[in-house]
Each structure stands twice: as structure tokens, then as C-alpha cells.
């Protein structure tokens, strides 16, 4: 057998082991570096030495027990009431507190919690025949693709372009009969921000609507950032009207991909996520979670790292993360022509340029890829100007000071470039073509003349993004789609 590694998934004859394990480790050398701090998006890293093999030990000690059914294998059901009480008390609930009878499942990841948050709250008004939900614009896309799963109407709330938060008034007009659940972030994906909960969550609640706070990306984070004296505002169970909460162990519990935890602050506002089924000839199903069958991996990974790094653990890794994310800051402050969108609350650093047009965002971003920092751009929306995004993880302390040099050696070498020259017929294509008149020759043909196809993306995206940036919302969905659909094609 000679095929290239990754065409050919059943082979005749099959490879032995080792080879197949070379062979995924020579797929794996074209990936981004997950380790390493230059990575500041979709990973994160703890740079702690032995955890990802004990978490390895772990994952697959339990890989093939499936968690469909708890009584069958409770060590999976041990392992997620833990992990679940751990988040809890973590996030203001649990005995003595606030929320003494907060309850919760592991679930895949964030996008999983949040649709479970709204399915929750969609299924406890069955007498709302058109239910609705209320989310600031810089709520997590997992929200609106709950509302698109479930047929739920999304009602966006604007938010301040310099504080990058929803206003409260704006959020308690948003909320009508119909509204089932008000969302709120803590902090937001994109910029980091802490949206005022406090306020959010009374507003919610004087209207007899559920809140869900989605702390997936840094609920595992600000609490350790509050002890060590950050200015974290109240966002967690300790706020009354907060009814739900997600966080990501995935995210900063740092523990491997495919867990997240979603608490309820009482078992009746979780029983409407269940779904149970005893209509049919099998076994009566009851799940908590969108998935049946579910891989006691992603559980037993996550146990063993929350038990091996301990809360003294948690604590260091994120003083080292609060000491990397000021000194990225400072970086940023240092570079004429970028300013920071906002200043850290959080994990995150998010800066833009300040207008000079010889300098191109996205241009900056392809500089700062070929120099080994990959960041992650996002495009203009809604009065927002691009900017881009690094979450910071501890694993950057020790890569910080050589940002600072790199970032304005980038930015030098983005100026000296220029920016980014489509076809004006094109860009004017992009700001007028509707998604529908796009026909797959036209596809085609916009996806050659960026470079995109089968096979890797292009090392430099600036004039996809630009592209993209040019595009009505409707029109980049649907261009994404077909891009990616170009790459998403089986190999024989
Ligand atoms: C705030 C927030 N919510 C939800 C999600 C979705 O999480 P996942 O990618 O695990 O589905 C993310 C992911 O980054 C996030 O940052």
C-alpha cells in the first residue's frame, strides 16, 4: 500500500499499528501548533509538563464507556456529578451559598450548553407558541444557531461601540410576552468583556424570564482572575435572576476537547432540557444532553485534570495568564497604528487599527502567521471596525516579550506591503451580489481566483478576509459555506 497518509481511511490490507500512528502524526505536522504559546485561538494551553499525558492516561481508560446509560457505568455518573459540583461551587452555587440547589450535565462543548439552555427554557413555556430569546450582538453565534435548531426567534440587543456592552434599557425593551430566555456573556468571545450581568439578570427577572449567563469561554477563568484581585463584577449564581450558567472545561480547565458543563440554580429549571422517550419497542431513553451515546473520554480527561492541577494549580496558571494578557497589551499600546478595542477584563487582547489606511488588519494578521504568531482576525460588523482576536492562555508568559518585537516588525512589513488590492469589480460584487444568485460556476471561480479549492488553505487569507469583510452578513455565510464545502470532500 502506498497512499498518501489521510486518503485512504480502509485499506485493503490493514497498516500496522505503528505506522498508522506515524502516519496521523505526519497529518498532525500541518497543523496549527497547539503547544507552544504562538497559538491565540482554539487551543489552550497550560504549558504544565505531564498534564496532557495524564489526561491522555485518562481519556482513554474511559473512551469505550459510553454514558448513555448511568446505572450501567457509574463511574462515568461519579466523575460528572464531581465535575459538575466542582463548576457549581466554582460559579457562586453549591451548599451555603446563593444557590444551594444548583444542578448540571457535562455536555460536548459550549455550542451544546447553550442550545440545552434554550431548548430548557423554549420547553418550560409551552404556552408560548412563539417563543423568542434576547441576546447583545456580541452573544456567542452558538446562541443564534439555537435559535435556528429549535425555531426560537432571536431578538439581537446593539452594543456601545466603546464599551462592547449591551445597554440595559436596551435590553429589558428587547424582552416581550414571548421572550423565553435573556442571555449575557462573561465575558464576550470576541472582545473579552464583561456585560453587566447584575443589571441584565434583574431585568430578566422583574419580567418572569429566565437569564443564562454564558460564562463557556471564561468562567473558568475570572473567578481565579477575581482572587487575585482583578476587578471581576458579579456574573455567576451569586447575582439573583442568574438561572443558568454554561463553562467550558474545554476552554480554560484545560482539559481536553469535548467537555463543558451546563448548571441550572434548580433541578425544575433543568427538567425541561431532558428528553426522555418510551414510545417505541427498545429501551426507554432518557437523556440529558443532545447526544445518546456519549464516550466517557472527554469526562474522565476533564476529571483527571481538574483533580491533578488542583484549585493552587488553577490559581498559577492564571496569575501567568493575567501577567501575559498586560503584557500583550503593553505590546499593542507600543505599536503606532493599533489600538486596543477595549482594555483586558478577561483572557482576551483585541486591538484594530486606528484608521491609517497604508495599514491593513488583515494583512498585519498574514504577517504575524509567517513571523509563527497565529492570530485570529474578525471581520467589521455593525458599526464594529475588524479587529483581531487573541485568547491568551498561560502558556503565552513565556513567548511574551518576544511579541512586542515580532507585532512591529509585522505591522512594519503590513505597511511596507500595502494593503490589500482586489478587482474593484469584484469587491463591488461582494457588496451587492445576493446569496442566491450565486450559481456553483461563480463559486468556482471566486474560489480560484483567492487560491481556495481542495487542498490547504492559502498561507496568506488577507484577500479572503477582505473579501469577506466587503460581503453583507448573508452574503459571507453563504460564502463560507461553499469555501468550505470545497474542502469538505471525500477522499477514495
Ligand atoms: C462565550 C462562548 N460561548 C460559547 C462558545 C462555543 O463553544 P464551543 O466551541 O465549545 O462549542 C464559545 C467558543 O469559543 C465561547 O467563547
Redesign the pocket.
Known amino acids: 500500500m502506498t497512499d498518501a497518509p489521510g486518503t485512504t481511511a480502509l485499506p485493503v490490507e490493514g497498516v500496522p499499528a505503528p505506522r498508522v500512528l506515524d502516519e496521523i502524526r505526519a497529518l498532525r505536522a500541518a497543523d496549527r501548533p497547539t503547544h507552544g504559546g504562538r497559538l491565540f485561538a482554539y487551543v489552550y494551553d497550560p504549558g504544565v509538563a505531564g498534564l496532557d499525558e495524564l489526561a491522555q492516561a485518562a481519556y482513554a481508560e474511559s473512551a469505550h464507556v459510553n454514558g448513555l446509560d448511568p446505572t450501567a457505568f457509574p463511574s462515568l455518573l461519579a466523575m460528572e456529578n464531581a465535575l459538575v459540583g466542582a463548576a457549581a461551587r466554582l460559579l457562586g452555587g453549591g451548599p451555603g451559598t446563593n444557590a444551594p440547589e444548583v444542578v448540571g450535565n457535562v455536555t460536548?462543548?459550549?455550542?451544546?450548553?447553550?442550545i440545552l439552555a434554550v431548548k430548557a427554557a423554549r420547553d418550560a413555556r409551552p404556552d408560548v407558541a412563539e417563543p423568542r430569546i434576547v441576546v447583545p450582538v456580541s452573544?456567542?453565534a452558538?446562541f443564534a444557531k439555537a435559535a435556528h435548531y429549535l425555531r426560537v426567534t432571536l431578538d439581537p440587543v446593539d452594543v456601545d461601540p466603546v464599551t462592547l456592552r449591551p445597554g440595559v434599557a436596551d435590553v429589558a425593551a428587547a424582552i416581550r410576552p414571548e421572550t423565553v430566555l435573556v442571555a449575557a456573556?462573561a465575558?464576550?468571545?470576541a472582545h473579552g468583556v464583561v456585560d453587566p450581568v447584575a443589571e441584565i439578570a434583574a431585568v430578566a427577572g422583574a419580567a418572569g424570564v429566565r437569564c443564562h449567563v454564558?460564562?463557556?469561554?471564561?468562567g473558568w477563568a475570572l473567578p481565579w482572575l477575581r482572587r487575585l484581585g482583578a476587578p471581576v463584577p458579579a456574573f455567576d449564581f451569586a447575582v439573583d435572576g442568574v438561572t443558568s450558567i454554561?463553562v467550558?472545561l474545554?476552554?480554560y480547565a484545560y482539559a481536553p476537547k469535548g467537555v463543558?458543563v451546563l448548571l441550572h440554580r434548580n433541578p425544575a429549571l433543568r427538567a425541561p432540557q431532558y428528553f426522555a422517550y418510551a414510545d417505541w419497542p427498545g429501551y426507554t431513553m432518557i437523556n440529558p444532553v443532545i447526544a445518546s451515546t456519549r464516550s466517557g473520554g472527554p469526562i474522565a480527561g476533564a476529571y483527571a485534570t481538574l483533580r491533578h492541577l488542583g484549585e493552587d494549580g488553577y490559581l498559577r496558571l492564571a496569575e501567568q495568564t493575567r501577567a501575559a494578557v498586560a503584557g500583550l497589551a503593553d505590546a499593542v499600546r507600543a505599536v503606532d497604528g493599533l489600538r486596543l478595542m477595549a482594555e483586558p477584563q478577561s483572557t482576551v487582547v483585541c486591538f484594530t487599527t486606528d484608521g491609517d489606511p497604508d495599514l491593513d488588519l488583515f494583512v498585519l494578521v498574514d504577517e504575524l502567521t509567517a513571523r509563527g504568531w497565529h492570530t485570529q482576525p474578525q471581520l467589521r460588523y455593525a458599526g464594529l471596525p475588524a479587529s483581531v482576536h487573541l485568547t491568551v492562555t498561560a502558556s503565552v508568559a513565556p513567548r511574551v516579550a518576544e511579541f512586542g518585537p515580532a507585532l512591529a516588525d509585522a505591522v512594519a512589513a503590513a505597511r511596507a506591503a500595502g494593503p490589500v488590492a482586489l478587482p474593484p469589480e469584484l469587491l463591488a460584487l461582494a457588496g451587492t451580489l445576493s446569496p442566491a444568485a450565486l450559481t456553483p460556476e461563480l463559486i468556482g471561480e471566486l474560489a480560484a481566483g483567492l487560491g481556495l479549492g481542495a487542498g490547504p488553505a492559502p498561507d496568506r487569507m488577507a484577500a479572503v478576509n477582505t473579501l469577506l469583510d466587503a460581503a453583507p452578513v448573508a452574503l459571507r455565510e453563504r460564502l463560507l459555506v461553499e469555501f468550505v464545502g470545497l474542502l469538505q470532500r471525500p477522499t477514495w
Open positions: 460536548s462543548g459550549g455550542t451544546e450548553s447553550l452573544g456567542h452558538a456573556s465575558p464576550s468571545y454564558d460564562a463557556c469561554f471564561g454554561s467550558d474545554h476552554k463543558s
